[in-house]
C-alpha cells in the first residue's frame, strides 16, 4: 500500500491554465505539507495543514491555494499557471506526537508549463 | 531563522570505500536532524535522524550520521560504499523550540559510487 501518494504524477500544460494535483495519505497522519523543488533540485516548504487547519503559509503567490477536505488530504490548486511554476511538487506527512514529526514524502508531481 | 549547509554539491567515492556526507545546521534552539535520499525520478526517502541522546544514529541501508553540538554538524556516513547508494541526499532541520514542523532542507549532495 502507498503511504502517501499524489496524481498526476506528470503534468504538462499552457500558460495561464488552472490546474490541480491531489494529495493522500493513508497513514493516519494529522499534518500534510507542500513542498517546491526546483530545477536546481532545491526544496521548500509551500504550505501545512494540521488536523484541516493551515498553519503554515510560506511566501507563495496567492495563485497557489491549498484545500484540506479532510485529514488524509491534501491538494494544491493553481491558478494561471506560469513558466515559473514549472517544478517538481511533493506532498509529506507527519503525526503529531511522533518524536521529531518525522516526515513521509510522496512520489513528486512533475508539473511543465509551457 | 533555521538553515541547513551542505557544502559539497557531489561527493565521489569507489565502491567498498567508507563515505561521509557533510551537513551543518542552524538553529536557535535545539534541533531535530534528518536525512533523506532521492533516487532519480522518486520521492524522498527517509534514512534516519537525530532526535536526543546518543550523538551516533544508526539508519537505514547501512548509513548512519554523528551529531555534533559543538560544531553544529549532522555528517551522514557509510563504512563501505555500494554503487546502489549513488542518489541524491538532504540533511534537513527542525527546531523543537519553535513549534515550527516543517523541515528546512539544505541544497542536496549527489554522492556518486564508482564501481
Known amino acids: 500500500d502507498t503511504a502517501v501518494s499524489q496524481t498526476p504524477k506528470y503534468l504538462v500544460t499552457q500558460m495561464g491554465n488552472d490546474k490541480s494535483i491531489k494529495c493522500e495519505q493513508n497513514l493516519g497522519h494529522d499534518t500534510m505539507y507542500w513542498y517546491k523543488q526546483d530545477s536546481k533540485k532545491f526544496l521548500k516548504i509551500m504550505f501545512s495543514y494540521n488536523n484541516k487547519e493551515l498553519i503554515i503559509n510560506e511566501t507563495v503567490p496567492n495563485r497557489f491555494s491549498p484545500k484540506s477536505p479532510d485529514k488524509a488530504h491534501l491538494n494544491l490548486h493553481i491558478n494561471s499557471l506560469e513558466l515559473g511554476d514549472s517544478a517538481v511538487y511533493f506532498c509529506?506527512?507527519?503525526?503529531?506526537?511522533?518524536?521529531?514529526?518525522?516526515?513521509?514524502f510522496g512520489p513528486g508531481t512533475r508539473l511543465t508549463v509551457t | 531563522a533555521q538553515s541547513v549547509a551542505q557544502p559539497e554539491d557531489q561527493v565521489n567515492v569507489a565502491e567498498g570505500n567508507p563515505l561521509t556526507v557533510k551537513c551543518t545546521y542552524s538553529v536557535s534552539g535545539n534541533p531535530y536532524l534528518f536525512w533523506y535520499v532521492q533516487y532519480p525520478n522518486r520521492g524522498l526517502q527517509f534514512l534516519l535522524k537525530?532526535?536526543?541522546?546518543?550523538?551516533l544514529v544508526k539508519g537505514s541501508y547501512g548509513f548512519e550520521a554523528e551529531f555534533n553540538k559543538s560544531q553544529t554538524s549532522f555528517h551522514l556516513k557509510k563504512p563501505s560504499a555500494l554503487v546502489s547508494d549513488s542518489a541524491l541526499y538532504f540533511c534537513a532541520v527542525r527546531d523543537k523550540g519553535t513549534g515550527r514542523r516543517a523541515l528546512t532542507f539544505g541544497s542536496g549532495t549527489r554522492l556518486q559510487v564508482q564501481p
Open positions: 537525530y532526535i536526543t541522546g546518543d550523538n
Open positions: 509529506a506527512s507527519s503525526q503529531t506526537g511522533t518524536r521529531g514529526y518525522e516526515q513521509y
